[in-house]
């Protein structure tokens, strides 16, 4: 096959135990370390892909140098043992029975680096969605730049309205037409998850149809939906040493339209200030001419504070979104409140929470819906830091599929 945007992988798969070899994303749970101790007591001395990830609720709790050297050895160990079966040149086709019992449907297989750039004002094919946080790379690359082995936790979107190309292989899968090559239950509630290898007769077709969805967006064909510091530490470590292996990256591609992807608010919660001066500095800002944009559409965003709540009306905001037009905000007035504490939070009793406290406040919005989210990037670009969420930590994608990168 010539290059692709999303292309057929040479994939490993563990040949047994994959309740115990399979573990959630290393960046969920990091305040829950319960669960990680939970995770490695179920693991034991079975060979898992938690011996192969760095687990974030263990920053800056443990030696890095010393986990990270103990993942590469346990990656060559494992490679010396044979415990894994390869599948060359090959696409897999996935099915996740989410904890709220949906069914998420997804293709396995290595995106391009070369086509994605994360950085803002990028007319990158393969988009970052969010805001990179750069800092967050250069400890990533610590661990994968010596690592023979790539572990996705990458969930890419792709938009594909007409539901052309994971629907006929979720048929196959239906009527038994494809190679089975794993079902299991997911540890800790993660639900089930099935996967089947895709005839190699259809790659070459697969590949173009998903190319050619750049066509609706001015050339956006992919975006990151989680995992996007994970792909840009796999970008970082090309860029640094570009060989033909790190050219790509692992990972599972969706369909936005998926009933099973749920899109969630990211509110915005500030501590330490004054809740009547930032509620005036705000409503001020929004009717500044400057920064005003007559293209996007009102907004209306709820102020909350321990004694009050205000509707704001923005009626000609400076992003296309309500998120963007509160950090945007918040971006500038911050710069002036050193003591300020700027927190991401999930839900409205979350932040009901937060603003029982004095000198805190809150602002509520609604959520972009799933079918803006490539108009969005094309319009604005990579929106701001924690805009929106996709399903709950159960639901994030668990380590199984490996491939070796050097």
């Known amino acids: 096959m010539r290059n692709y945007i999303f292309s ?8 047994k135990d994959h309740e115990k070899w399979s573990v959630i994303a290393c960046d969920q749970f990091t305040s829950n370390e319960a669960y990680w101790k939970e995770t490695d007591h179920t693991v034991g001395t079975a060979p898992s892909t938690l011996r192969l990830i760095y687990p974030e609720v263990y920053l800056g709790k443990t030696d890095a140098q010393a986990v990270t050297a103990s993942i590469n050895d346990t990656m060559q160990d494992y490679l010396k043992k044979g415990i894994f079966n390869e599948y060359p040149n090959a696409f ?12 998420r ?18 007319c990158s094919r393969v988009r970052a969605t969010e805001k990179t946080v750069l800092e967050r790379i250069p400890p990533r690359v610590k661990i994968r730049e010596n690592a023979c ?3 996705p936790h990458i969930l890419m979107l792709m938009d594909d309205s007409e539901r052309k190309i994971l629907e006929p292989l979720a048929q196959m899968a239906k009527e038994g037409s494809k190679q089975q090559l794993y ?57 640094a040493a570009p060989t ?3 050219r790509y990256a692992l990972c599972e591609l969706v369909n936005i339209h998926s009933e099973a992807l749920e899109f969630e608010p990211i509110y915005r919660t500030v501590e330490n200030v004054d809740p009547d001066a930032l509620l005036e500095s705000f409503t001020s800002y929004l009717e500044r001419e400057d920064i005003q944009n007559p293209s996007n559409a009102e907004q209306q965003i709820l102020f909350v504070t321990q004694k009050k709540k205000v509707t704001v009306c923005a009626k000609r905001p400076p992003h296309a979104l309500a998120v963007g037009t509160v950090q ?10 050193p003591d300020a504490v700027l927190d991401y939070i999930h839900g409205e009793d979350e932040v ?29 670009g990579v929106l701001p830091r924690k805009t929106f969420s996709m399903g709950s930590a159960r639901d994030k994608r668990y380590y199984t599929e490996v491939r070796k990168i050097k």
Not at 8 to 14: E, H, N, R, V
Not at 354 to 377: I, R, T
């Open 105 to 122: 449907s997804g293709l396995v297989g290595a995106v391009d680096l070369d086509e994605y750039d994360y950085h803002e004002g990028s």
């Open 244 to 246: 033909e292996q790190n």
């Open 328 to 337: 945007l905000f918040l971006d500038d007035y911050l710069r002036s409140c």
């Open 183 to 239: 079902d299991f239950d997911l540890m800790q509630g993660g639900g089930h998850l099935s996967g089947w290898l895709v005839p190699g007769e259809l790659n070459e077709s697969l590949a173009q149809s998903i190319g050619a969805l750049g066509e609706k967006h001015g050339g956006i064909t992919l975006a990151v939906g989680d995992g996007n510091h994970s792909l840009a530490t796999a970008k970082a470590c090309r860029s």
């Open 149 to 151: 082995l790539e572990l």
């Open 352 to 380: 009901e929470a937060v603003v029982a406290k004095p000198n805190a406040c809150g602002f509520l919005y609604g959520c972009m819906g799933k079918s803006e989210l490539f108009d969005a990037v094309e319009k604005e």
């Open 8 to 15: 057929p992988a040479d994939i490993l798969l563990p040949k």
């Open 92 to 103: 897999i086709y996935v099915e996740r029975i989410q904890s709220d019992g949906k069914k």
